[in-house]
Each structure stands twice: as C-alpha cells, then as structure tokens.
C-alpha cells in the first residue's frame, strides 16, 4: 500500500521560505513520478510541481516557476519542495502525489495516490 507523508508547512511572512518533504513508503521509489499540488479555500486543486522517477525531467506551474523548487532522494524516498519569496497567494494545502511510471504529469487525474496534505499559510 502506497503511503505519503507530508511535513513542513507553517506560517511564514511574504518573501521569507519554506521548505516541504513528502516521505513515501509501499513501492519503489526511484522508479514513479511525483507531483506537487496545492489547493486554497473554495477553489480547485492544482498543479504545482512534478518530477521524473529519473529525477531528470521537472515540471512548474507559471505560478511558481523561478520561485519553487522540486527535488528528490532516492535514498531516503523523499520529495522536496523548496519555496522561496512567498507571496500571499502561495497560501493553500499542499498535497504530494504520485503514480506508476516515470513519467511526470501536470494533471490531478493522473496521480491516484496522495498524502494528507500540509497547509501552508503566508502573511502579507
């Protein structure tokens, strides 16, 4: 049985940083794409980041490219998420996902595991 972990959200100020890990355990973790989704009150779920199993190929909402990060360890079954210069809009849920194969996609429908997501809150 495929299991995320999601830790790291918190409070931060605009412009500052956070960093989140999703730990996942039930499968091979260096073979299966993972993705980053966020989702704020009343709206939809959406994309945020994927990577490859590789960890070659990655992928960003416009939203967030230059300012996010997508990494992982193969080692430790983790994926990261660095976020820097935090604006207020960055304020939602955090979810990770993934699904089978190495290949990264952009859209929910194609990930049927996720965590239990981590709020993540930015003042202004």
């Known amino acids: 049985q495929v299991q995320l972990v999601e830790s790291g959200g918190g409070l931060v100020q605009a412009g500052g940083s956070l960093r989140l890990s999703c730990a996942a355990s039930?499968?091979?973790?260096?073979?299966?794409?993972m993705g980053w989704f966020r989702q704020a009150p009343g709206e939809e779920r959406e994309f945020v980041a994927a990577?490859?199993?590789?960890?070659?190929?990655?992928y960003y909402a416009d939203s967030v490219k230059g300012r996010f990060t997508i990494s992982r360890s193969n080692t430790k079954n983790t994926v990261y998420l660095q976020m820097n210069s935090l604006k207020p809009e960055d304020t939602a849920v955090y979810y990770c996902?993934?699904?089978?194969?190495?290949?990264?996609?952009?859209?929910?429908?194609?990930?049927?595991?996720w965590g239990q997501g981590t709020q993540v809150t930015v003042s202004s």
């Open positions: 039930g499968r091979t973790f260096s073979s299966v794409a």
């Open positions: 996902a993934t699904r089978s194969g190495n290949l990264a996609y952009i859209t929910n429908s194609e990930y049927p595991y």
């Open positions: 990577i490859s199993g590789s960890g070659r190929s990655t």
